[in-house]
């Protein structure tokens, strides 16, 4: 048996609880200054046109400026104005202005690197504006702060989880943080549980979930009590097509029946046909457009896109490539793979008429298996803003 020196024990307990103590107050210390430095406003700046602004873009600017000059920022559920960050002299999002109404969803698209996670982490206020205003109604990032972030629900782009908790208990940790009292806890963390489909998983650790399973976790913590604003990073990257289904009735529930608001980024354009009211499309950190699905779909798509689809029996794709050529002579191949071509027609003189024509007679002559005739996607329009990042 060993001995214990009580007050060497004694000694080691004190000078634990002196540390512990020292670097709290060094973690409140450094977290108040990194929030005080976030609240600072930035000097206004003139947005810098270099190149010729979509018109749509220019009017939501227009609209924003003269709700702030009304002070009218109440009647809508969020408004950005002229949302600026600079790295060095790069200008990573670069004066943006857009509003969200009550019960709408707004998609903000780009490709990797266009500003979406950086405009996120401004508009939550982890990260300094080095210009811009928002407003969660009349509430100001910058004079109503605190109130601000309380109406915000963020699921991150990357899972910000404490790894060693359950599911459960993350859950119940934020609806406590939230304000719901131990009466309320179990009913409203199990109905969230069911909702997002973690019902398995709820009760074991959170660094062994699975990749799909942290995201489902991390859009379930942005919906505790339902906040004015959520904003989803895509929240649903990773995720399975069933589960996938399933947040996105979730989302639509929050949205119809709680009147949530939401700011969406995905990289699926099928998500964003299926949620988003309204879309803006990012290039290095500027809107390069913005409206309605189909809104955008009549102003910036151009024709029509055909695929085909090869009999693999017969594996005479180069044949069929040259009649299509012959007689479409318009056709531009966008894709070839695993038997199926895929061409886009901007020609507006070819009607839908001559295309079915044209791809029966096809059919007929070299057995074309199967053939499909689209108006211009969404994704091909945000393929097409892409390839100016």
């Keep these: 048996m060993y001995e214990i020196d009580v007050n060497k024990f004694l000694e080691q307990v004190a000078f634990q609880f002196t540390l512990s103590l020292v670097f709290f107050a060094l973690i409140i210390v450094i977290e108040a200054s990194i929030d005080i430095y976030n609240q600072e406003r930035g000097e206004e700046q003139t947005p810098r046109l270099l190149v010729e602004e979509d018109s749509d873009v220019t009017a939501e600017r227009q ?29 990573v999002v670069d004066h943006l202005s857009f509003t969200v109404a009550s019960k709408q969803c707004f998609g903000l698209l780009g490709a990797n690197g266009a500003g979406k996670t950086t405009t996120f982490r401004m508009l939550i206020g982890d990260t300094r504006m080095d210009s811009g205003e928002a407003f969660i109604g009349d509430l100001s990032i910058f004079s109503n702060r605190k109130q601000y972030r309380q109406e915000i629900g963020y699921c991150p782009q990357f899972d910000a989880l404490i ?3 359950t599911g ?9 943080l939230r304000g719901y009292d131990e009466k309320q806890l179990d009913l409203v963390v199990d109905s969230l549980i069911t ?6 998983y709820a ?19 942005a919906l505790i009590g339902f906040p004015t604003l ?8 990773g995720v399975d097509p069933v589960a996938r289904r399933k947040i996105w009735s979730v989302i639509e529930s929050a949205r119809e029946k709680c009147g949530s608001s939401i700011i969406l980024t995905s990289h699926s354009m099928d998500e964003c046909e299926a949620l988003c009211h309204v879309i803006g499309i990012m290039v290095k950190g500027k809107f390069r457009c913005m409206g309605s699905v189909q809104q955008l779909k009549t102003k910036f798509g151009r024709g029509h896109t055909i695929t085909l ?7 005479n794709a180069h044949d069929m490539h040259m009649w299509i050529l012959n007689h479409l002579p318009n056709a531009i191949l966008k ?5 199926m071509l895929q061409y886009h027609i901007e020609d507006a003189q070819v009607t839908l008429g001559s295309l079915f024509r044209t791809l029966e007679a096809l059919k007929t002559e070299l057995l074309l298996e199967d053939y499909q005739i689209n108006d211009t996607s969404i994704e091909q329009i945000f393929l097409g803003f892409a390839t100016e990042q």
Aim: aromatic letters at 10%; one cysteine or more; proline letters at 3%.
């Design 63 to 91: 609209k924003t400026e003269m709700i702030l000059k009304q002070k009218q920022m109440k009647k809508f559920a969020f408004l950005a104005y002229n949302v600026t960050k600079t790295y060095e002299v790069l200008p």
């Design 163 to 165: 790894p060693n908790l």
């Design 168 to 176: 459960k208990e993350m859950l119940c940790l934020f609806a406590r």
């Design 195 to 200: 909702s997002i489909g973690l019902q398995d």
């Design 203 to 221: 009760s074991n650790i959170a660094e062994n979930y699975s990749g799909g399973n942290k995201r489902k976790l991390s859009f379930g913590l």
């Design 230 to 237: 959520l904003l989803l990073d895509e929240p649903t990257t």
């Design 309 to 315: 689809k090869v009999n693999a029996n017969l594996n």
């Design 335 to 339: 894709d070839y793979h695993n038997m």
